[in-house]
């Protein structure tokens, strides 16, 4: 379908490394986004357009760079039907990739089908995959050149449509095993794969989960309303896993009208069975979320939605990483518009915001820092003083930011006195000791420093 409790602290790394964005030309059309993110390896990423230009048209447009970025080239998808939009897209190297197309709800021909290039892009192949006028494809996955897995809504007899496929595309079977919808459909694009794993919600707010590439699924609910927004307007999520259990997950409601939005994190150690909220610090964002494969326990999210001319929302525009599993953000810009976002390790990443034409230089961010070393900037930025140190009552704070809080911490992570809004504290209760001084800002960032208690 179309788609528009935990404590706990972490120490983060006392080395400066700037963690920011470049921005690179897509070669798109004026003011279209990239949708989902296909990255292979460090040179090669492929992405598709959507219009985000508010003309409402469904592009059948794709983006490739096989140089890290420095380059990219767009094309456009010829063989789908008018009537088609791009859903889903999945890529083994520079030439050969594939995406899954499904129905605008116009008249037209070819618009539920699985097409294959391997030459770039230049030139498209429908594949035979059992898609047909009734269905509608959402997803799509290769683990290799060979086994690929493809998804969409549920057809007559009730059950999500799933083909699979050993032989690149050539042939596609239907999953035996493909679970009952129970009046649910999916959308375009929404899917985590971890090795032989696979999630995607609904718009019941459920998650299918296969832990064997598709061949049995297990359904659970979620934290989440609608996924996508359609059945219950206002609703949405995103999720992401690190391996097999553990992962994070978004729920936003009341979207319809600022005032009204909310945003709430979760976590999962079962593969998504449960979830629990987590009790966060810093500025974390509800665009979109992503695990950094390579790193312990780190995560990038992003915003996108910058309110209305009415209600305009800075703060809900920037993006954050997380070396802790949620539990503290911190922030690598602010006030931006960051989208959709994917990486390939600690050191290569990107993420989606709007081109500024064909001969333009933006429409997509790759990812600058080294996020392995749990480590920001900020420190540099904000310029943080705090003195007397070794202390014996008073410890005065100073930042070129406004500060917001102040928490004490001691050396166990245990959480042991906080200060509201202070540019001085005191400290004379403290037992003598070395203790975190966690101060974060009203701009979104966190930063921790130690203090001694004479």
């Given at each position: 379908?179309?788609?528009?409790?935990?404590?706990?602290?972490?120490?983060?790394?006392?080395?400066?490394?700037?963690q920011s964005w470049v921005e690179q030309?897509?070669?798109?059309?004026?003011?279209?986004?990239?949708?989902?993110?296909?990255?292979?390896?460090?040179?090669?990423?492929?992405?598709?357009?959507?219009?985000?230009?508010?003309?409402?048209?469904?592009?059948?447009?794709?983006?490739?760079?096989?140089?890290?970025?420095?380059?990219?080239?767009?094309?456009?998808?010829?063989?789908?039907?008018?009537?088609?939009?791009?859903?889903?897209?999945?890529?083994?190297?520079?030439?050969?990739?594939?995406?899954?197309?499904?129905?605008?709800?116009?008249?037209?021909?070819?618009?539920?089908?699985?097409?294959?290039?391997?030459?770039?892009?230049?030139?498209?192949?429908?594949?035979?995959?059992?898609?047909?006028?009734?269905?509608?494809?959402?997803?799509?996955?290769?683990?290799?050149?060979?086994?690929?897995?493809?998804?969409?809504?549920?057809?007559?007899?009730?059950?999500?449509?799933?083909?699979?496929?050993?032989?690149?595309?050539?042939?596609?079977?239907?999953?035996?095993?493909?679970p009952d919808a129970q009046g649910e459909?999916?959308?375009?694009?929404?899917?985590?794969?971890?090795?032989?794993?696979?999630?995607?919600?609904?718009?019941?707010?459920?998650?299918?989960?296969?832990?064997?590439?598709?061949?049995?699924?297990?359904?659970?609910?979620?934290?989440?309303?609608?996924?996508?927004?359609?059945?219950?307007?206002?609703?949405?999520?995103?999720?992401?896993?690190?391996?097999?259990?553990?992962?994070?997950?978004?729920?936003?409601?009341?979207?319809?009208?600022?005032?009204?939005?909310?945003?709430?994190?979760?976590?999962?150690?079962?593969?998504?069975?449960?979830?629990?909220?987590?009790?966060?610090?810093?500025?974390?964002?509800?665009?979109?979320?992503?695990?950094?494969?390579?790193?312990?326990?780190?995560?990038?999210?992003?915003?996108?939605?910058?309110?209305?001319?009415?209600?305009?929302?800075?703060?809900?525009?920037?993006?954050?990483?997380?070396?802790?599993?949620?539990?503290?953000?911190?922030?690598?810009?602010?006030?931006?518009?960051?989208?959709?976002?994917?990486?390939?390790?600690?050191?290569?990443?990107?993420?989606?915001?709007?081109?500024?034409?064909?001969s333009g230089t933006k429409g997509i961010?790759?990812?600058?820092?080294?996020?392995?070393?749990?480590?920001?900037?900020?420190?540099?930025?904000?310029?943080?003083?705090?003195?007397?140190?070794?202390?014996?009552?008073?410890?005065?704070?100073?930042?070129?930011?406004?500060?917001?809080?102040?928490?004490?911490?001691?050396?166990?992570?245990?959480?042991?006195?906080?200060?509201?809004?202070?540019?001085?504290?005191?400290?004379?209760?403290?037992?003598?000791?070395?203790?975190?001084?966690?101060?974060?800002?009203?701009?979104?960032?966190?930063?921790?420093?130690?203090?001694?208690?004479?």
């Amino acid at each position: 379908m179309k788609k528009l409790l935990l404590t706990g602290f972490a120490l983060v790394s006392m080395m400066s490394q700037a963690q920011s964005w470049v921005e690179q030309g897509t070669k798109l059309p004026t003011n279209f986004g990239v949708d989902e993110i296909a990255i292979v390896d460090a040179n090669t990423v492929w992405t598709f357009a959507y219009d985000g230009s508010g003309g409402g048209t469904y592009p059948k447009i794709v983006s490739r760079t096989t140089n890290g970025g420095t380059t990219w080239v767009s094309s456009t998808v010829n063989g789908p039907g008018s009537n088609a939009l791009i859903s889903d897209i999945a890529a083994v190297d520079g030439n050969t990739a594939w995406i899954i197309t499904a129905s605008t709800g116009t008249a037209g021909t070819n618009p539920n089908r699985i097409w294959k290039t391997t030459n770039g892009g230049t030139s498209w192949a429908q594949q035979a995959s059992g898609f047909n006028n009734a269905s509608f494809g959402n997803q799509i996955y290769f683990w290799d050149a060979n086994n690929g897995w493809a998804c969409g809504d549920p057809v007559a007899d009730g059950k999500f449509e799933m083909y699979k496929t050993s032989n690149g595309g050539t042939t596609w079977t239907a999953v035996a095993g493909r679970p009952d919808a129970q009046g649910e459909y999916s959308y375009v694009g929404l899917k985590e794969v971890v090795g032989d794993h696979i999630w995607f919600g609904t718009d019941r707010g459920k998650i299918l989960h296969s832990a064997d590439r598709g061949e049995s699924w297990e359904s659970n609910p979620s934290p989440v309303i609608d996924f996508g927004g359609v059945t219950t307007s206002g609703s949405s999520g995103s999720m992401t896993f690190k391996d097999a259990n553990n992962g994070l997950l978004i729920a936003v409601d009341g979207a319809g009208a600022v005032n009204t939005t909310t945003a709430t994190l979760y976590k999962t150690s079962d593969g998504g069975a449960n979830w629990e909220p987590v009790e966060t610090t810093g500025p974390w964002y509800f665009g979109d979320i992503t695990y950094v494969p390579g790193t312990a326990n780190t995560y990038v999210s992003t915003g996108i939605n910058p309110g209305t001319q009415a209600n305009p929302r800075p703060q809900w525009l920037g993006s954050s990483y997380s070396t802790d599993g949620g539990l503290t953000w911190i922030e690598i810009d602010a006030g931006e518009q960051r989208g959709k976002v994917q990486f390939l390790n600690p050191t290569t990443g990107w993420a989606g915001q709007f081109s500024d034409g064909p001969s333009g230089t933006k429409g997509i961010l790759k990812f600058s820092g080294d996020l392995s070393l749990g480590v920001s900037d900020n420190a540099v930025k904000n310029n943080l003083k705090v003195y007397p140190n070794p202390a014996v009552d008073v410890v005065k704070i100073s930042a070129n930011k406004k500060v917001e809080n102040i928490t004490v911490f001691d050396m166990n992570g245990k959480k042991v006195k906080s200060f509201h809004a202070a540019n001085e504290i005191n400290v004379s209760s403290l037992a003598k000791g070395t203790y975190i001084l966690q101060v974060y800002y009203g701009g979104g960032a966190v930063e921790n420093t130690k203090l001694i208690k004479k």
